[in-house]
Nanobody, 120 residues
Framework: QVQLVESGGGLVQPGGSLRLSCAAS????????MAWYRQAPGKERDLVAA???????NYADSVKGRFTISRVNAKNMVYLQMNSLKPEDTAVYYC??????????????WGQGTLVTVSS
């Protein structure tokens, strides 16, 4: 079974930091773009940051300078380092990836989500 599994969410005070991790597992031939999205209560799911297989990145304006996305291709993992967190960063964060899976072709997968709460 091919899946994305996130970890690293939790409760943090404003100004604090968290690091999210996402691991892709299964019979994977290759991983293309990987990204983090977030969804706050009552709002749509929005792109936070994305990274290509060539390490090109892009960020939502609201997180530029505070968040850093990175990946380790050999481990099929993507990370999101979040610094200077604000209450408005509170959301469920989802990992997203485009994968080539042996026997199944090109797929888009989502993780189950991890909750980040920024509150004093």
């Amino acid at each position: 079974q091919v899946q994305l599994v996130e970890s690293g969410g939790g409760l943090v005070q404003p100004g604090g930091s968290l690091r999210l991790s996402c691991a892709a597992s299964g019979n994977i031939f290759s991983v293309s773009a990987m990204a983090w999205y977030r969804q706050a209560p009552g709002k749509e799911r929005d792109l936070v940051a994305a990274v290509t297989s060539g390490d090109s990145t892009n960020y939502a304006d609201s997180v530029k300078g505070r968040f850093t996305i990175s990946r380790v291709n050999a481990k099929n993992m993507v990370y999101l380092q979040m610094n200077s967190l604000k209450p408005e960063d509170t959301a469920v964060y989802y990992c997203n990836a485009f994968l080539t899976v042996v026997g199944r072709g090109y797929l888009e997968l989502w993780g189950q989500g991890t909750l980040v709460t920024v509150s004093s």
